[in-house]
């Protein structure tokens, strides 16, 4: 009929799917009770175990095509039933109360997030991040690209798929904000073309490289992740007359420059400077610091 071909019928983001990941912390339990009517949903439907909601999305049910929100990869507090909301027993007789977490985390909401953490930043997640994107803001949202990639989602979640107001019945007017407002809205398409990969010192030559090589290959180990490998230098790196505005580290070596100054990539050789008594701003080289 009316619509289009499409491969989900529910959305990755929306604000039903936000407040069942936080629906034991306020004010999102309130949310919650909004959305579904004034009472929690089934038991059997909630959000209870890292384990069952990793399932349900990646193997059990194919219209679960949920999308994990950010908090799972900074605030442990969620993942408690700190207020001791009745929410229910499943059929199989078990309460719920906090999430069940996986066996890795040893019970601890804190260790979950830490190793969830660290693991989205890691090499491997760094080296795919360019494909996630090609699908949710990139060429592979929409089009034959969306099609050949078993991307295409129900035609009203697409900005301006469907102009409101000019339907002029007002059930389906009414029927249609609802369905917007309940499963959400893809994102505004970013890109036309093929996102490159992330590009990262690679750990062989300190060179910038795309990150397209394989698990296990060996890379240098970025500081900032290994403090042990950072050595005291055994001169000064810069002296200044005033407190340290801004610090920049650079293929040649870790750069300078006092407050109410700021130095200009790419090349990082001049700077910028502000604050004078005349009210001037001024150019400056690096080395010389001649304006």
């Not at 917007?180 to 809205?185: A, K, P």
């Not at 010192?201 to 394989?214: E, V």
């Not at 230098?233 to 750069?255: H, N, R, Y």
Request: charged residues 20%.
């Amino acid at each position: 009929g009316e619509t289009p071909a499409y491969h989900y019928g529910t959305h990755y983001s929306s604000a039903m799917i936000v407040a069942s990941y936080l629906v034991r912390m306020e004010p999102f339990t309130q949310i919650f009770l909004r959305l579904q009517g004034g009472h929690f949903d089934l038991a059997d439907r909630m959000f209870h175990s890292v384990r069952e909601a990793w399932y349900s999305a990646s193997k059990h049910n194919m219209a679960d095509v949920k999308e994990l929100i950010p908090e799972f990869f900074y605030l442990p507090e969620f993942l408690l039933n700190s207020n001791n909301f009745d929410l229910g027993c499943k059929q199989n007789g078990t309460k719920l109360g906090d999430v069940i977490l996986p066996p890795w985390a040893k019970g601890d909401p804190r260790e979950f997030i830490r190793v969830h953490r660290e693991a989205l930043e890691c090499d491997y997640v760094s080296s795919h991040l360019h494909e996630w994107i090609d699908l949710v803001f990139g060429y592979k949202q929409q089009g034959p690209a969306a099609v050949e990639a078993v991307n295409v989602f129900h035609h009203l979640f697409y900005e301006g798929q469907v102009d409101i107001y000019n339907i002029n019945d007002p059930l389906k007017e009414t029927a249609t904000i609802g369905f917007i407002n309940n499963f959400g809205q893809i994102p505004k398409q970013l890109f036309k073309k093929p996102h490159p990969p992330k590009r990262v010192r690679s750990r062989l030559n300190g060179d910038l490289t795309s990150m397209s090589m394989p698990l296990g290959t060996a890379c240098d180990k970025i500081f900032f992740h290994h403090l042990d490998n950072l050595r005291p230098s055994l001169a000064p790196v810069k002296e200044l007359k005033e407190p340290v505005g801004q610090i920049v580290c650079t293929d040649k070596g870790i750069l300078a420059v006092e407050q109410n100054k700021v130095l200009i990539p790419p090349a990082f050789n001049k700077t910028f400077a502000w604050g004078y008594a005349d009210l001037s701003c001024r150019l400056g080289t690096y080395e010389s610091d001649k304006a």
